[in-house]
């Protein structure tokens, strides 16, 4: 990979710098928000599961109207406390996937080294709710949630908007990612240069990582974050100090090309 001019990292969330969390883990945690809410347990997990991609582009708003609405889906009519208590449920959850990530020590590396640090993130509005108390929001410059900005990788609009938020041209970001959902070749598409990151924690998983998540992509592919900081050369210094820029609002300014898929 050519790395001149590489001024900022941009990293995928789930399976990059945490852990996306078992099929089994998610169904038990949507059938226990079931029992929380008095609705059929199994017929709540399955509307959360159909209702993915609505959730991820926010057509549902923040958590609160999401868990009320999908149990009215299924027949439910809670209560303030029973919503609650299915909030905490999986919040906590995601709290604990967070709290599993392995990236820490790269992130370090690479900020102290200059790199600009964000995220693009293809996401339910949980993330958002749990981000302020997630350990890898203070080693981030900017975050770019889906389910705030309505656009889902591979759609350009979803790397322009962190490119932005960071201030650097798409031709100056490197992009990280396991390659779910042909993000890869959607950041090559825009621009940046890419590497594809295995985690070693989960190789030989049932529901880990494929072996090939984006075909139409070809390059460099690491097991540990770390290898970055060697594959990337060295940066333009930071000027002073910056604070993290989090981006919202449900409009794309430049549009967003939509992928065929």
Not at 70 to 98: D, F, K, M
Not at 228 to 238: A, Q
Request: hydrophobic share 40%.
């Amino acid at each position: 990979m050519d790395e001149a001019g590489v001024r900022a990292v941009l990293f995928d969330l789930h399976d990059t710098l945490v852990p996306s969390g078992h099929a089994a883990e998610h169904h038990a945690v949507a059938r226990g928000m079931g029992a929380d809410l008095g609705v059929d347990p199994d017929a709540f997990a399955a509307v959360v599961a159909d209702t993915f991609d609505e959730r991820v582009r926010g057509l549902m708003a923040d958590v609160h109207h999401t868990v009320r609405y999908l149990a009215r889906r299924v027949g439910g009519s809670p209560t303030e406390s029973q919503v609650e208590s299915a909030i905490a449920r999986r919040l906590n959850y995601s709290l604990s996937l967070h709290a599993a990530t392995w990236a820490l020590p790269a992130l370090k590396s690479l900020r102290k080294r200059g790199f600009k640090l964000g995220l693009v993130a293809d996401c339910g509005a949980e993330t958002v709710a749990i981000w302020p108390q997630s350990p890898l929001a203070e080693h981030l410059d900017a975050a770019s949630f889906s389910c705030q900005t309505g656009v889902r990788k591979p759609d350009s609009g979803a790397y322009l908007v962190a490119a932005a938020a960071l201030d650097v041209r798409t031709d100056e970001c490197v992009y990280v990612g396991d390659g779910a959902e042909h993000e890869l070749s959607g950041a090559e598409a825009v621009g940046m240069r890419t590497v594809r990151f295995r985690a070693r924690a989960l190789e030989g998983l049932g529901d880990g990582v494929a072996d090939d998540l984006d075909p139409e992509w070809s390059g460099p592919t690491i097991s540990d974050l770390g290898e970055l900081v060697g594959m990337i050369g060295i940066p333009i210094p930071r000027e002073g100090s910056e604070s993290r820029t989090f981006v919202s609002g449900n409009v794309v300014p430049w549009g967003s090309k939509r992928s065929p898929r």
